[in-house]
C-alpha cells in the first residue's frame, strides 16, 4: 500500500483538502483530483480556471481540461469548451465515457457534455469581466497572473491582444492554469489539469492543458508532470513529457523539472513569458521549477492538517 499524496500548482490550495479527504479514506487518485479541481473552478475569487475564467478577445470564456491515469496513460480532455463550468468532470467523461476517444472540442465537446446531463452556466461573472477591461489597458504586470515582472513578451502580447480585442468587437464591458496531480493508497496516479487559458486568446486557441505529453503527462512507471504558463512553449517542447523522461532516467523531481524548462527556454518566441513544471513519483517524491523566485507549489499527506507550501527551484 502507498502513502497517499496530493500536489498542486499555485492557487490549488483552495481544492486539495477535498481531494485528500478522499484518499485518506481509501478513494482513487481519480476521484481525488476531480473532487480538488471542481472546488478551484468553482472559486469565484480565480479568474483562470472555471467560472469567472477570463474571457478570450471576444469576451467569451473558453476553457480547457485534462485527465491522465498513469497505470495505462489513459487520456481525456476537452477544449475550447463554452457554457460548462467544470470541464474537469466532462474530461473525465471523455475518458470513462467514450474511451475509443481523447480530447473533444468546441462545440462537440459542448453537445457530450450536453448528453451526459451536465449543466450550463454564464462563466462571465461581474468580477472576471471588470478584470478583463482592466488588463486590456496599458499594464506592468506580468500577463501571467502570478504577481510577477512583466517581459518583452509580456509587453508584446498585450500588444497583439488589444489588437485582436479592437478587430473583433467584443462584447461592451492574470491568468495561470491549475495543475493537481494525486497518488492514492493503491499506488495509482491522476494528473489533472484545468485551465480557462491566456486571456483575450483568439477564440477557439487551445493550450498545453488539453494535450497529453504538453501539459499533462503521466506514466506509473516513473510518475506525473505538468506544466502551466505559456502553453505554445510546452506544446513545442513535450515539456510534461520531458519531465518524465527526465524522471525516468533518474532524475529527483525538481531537477527534472528544471532541465525541462531550460530546454524550452531554448525555443525562439517573441511573445515568451513564464513555463513552470510540477512532478510526482509513484513513491511520493515530488518537486517543482519556475522561470523567477518566490514561486511555490502546494502539498498535502495523510497527515497534514492544512495545504502545506513548498518552493519551486528557479530555472
Not at 220 to 239: D, H, I, Q, V, Y
Not at 273 to 291: K, M, Q, V, Y
Request: proline residues 5%; negative net charge.
Amino acid at each position: 500500500m502507498a502513502d497517499a499524496l496530493i500536489i498542486g500548482s499555485e492557487r490549488s490550495d483552495v481544492g486539495l483538502p477535498a481531494g485528500m479527504e478522499i484518499l485518506r479514506r481509501g478513494g482513487s487518485a481519480l476521484d481525488a483530483v476531480e473532487a480538488a479541481m471542481r472546488r478551484c473552478e468553482d472559486n469565484p475569487a480565480d479568474h483562470y480556471v472555471g467560472t469567472a475564467g477570463l474571457p478570450n478577445a471576444q469576451g467569451v470564456v473558453e476553457l480547457d481540461a485534462s485527465l491522465m491515469l498513469g497505470s495505462g496513460r489513459q487520456f481525456g480532455a476537452v477544449a475550447a469548451l463554452r457554457d460548462y463550468p467544470n470541464p474537469i468532470s466532462v474530461a473525465r467523461a471523455v475518458l470513462e465515457r467514450l474511451p475509443q476517444h481523447g480530447l473533444l472540442v468546441g462545440q462537440g465537446a459542448a453537445l457530450f457534455a450536453e448528453e451526459c446531463g451536465f449543466t450550463t452556466a454564464d462563466l462571465l461573472t461581474d468580477a472576471s469581466r471588470e478584470q478583463w477591461r482592466e488588463q486590456v489597458a496599458d499594464s506592468r504586470e506580468a500577463v501571467e497572473g502570478e504577481n510577477t515582472a512583466a517581459s518583452e513578451g509580456d509587453r508584446r502580447y498585450r500588444e497583439s491582444a488589444l489588437a485582436l480585442i479592437r478587430r473583433l468587437a467584443p462584447h461592451d464591458g492574470p491568468w495561470g492554469t491549475i495543475n493537481i496531480i494525486a497518488l492514492d493508497s493503491s499506488g495509482e496516479m491522476c494528473v489533472g489539469v484545468s485551465t480557462s487559458g491566456f486571456p483575450y486568446k483568439y477564440p477557439g486557441r487551445v493550450g498545453d492543458s488539453a494535450l497529453p505529453g504538453a501539459g499533462n503527462w503521466c506514466d506509473l512507471r516513473a510518475g506525473g508532470a505538468a506544466c502551466t504558463g505559456r502553453g505554445e512553449l510546452s506544446m513545442r517542447g513535450g515539456t510534461a513529457r520531458t519531465v518524465v523522461d527526465l524522471m525516468a532516467a533518474g532524475h529527483e523531481p525538481a531537477e527534472a523539472c528544471r532541465a525541462a524548462l531550460a530546454d524550452a527556454a531554448t525555443l525562439p518566441d517573441e511573445f515568451r513569458s513564464e513555463l513552470r513544471a510540477l512532478a510526482l513519483t509513484p513513491d511520493g517524491r515530488h518537486g517543482g521549477a519556475a522561470g523567477q523566485e518566490g514561486s511555490v507549489y502546494v502539498l498535502m499527506t495523510e497527515a497534514s492538517t492544512q495545504p502545506e507550501f513548498r518552493p519551486r527551484v528557479v530555472l
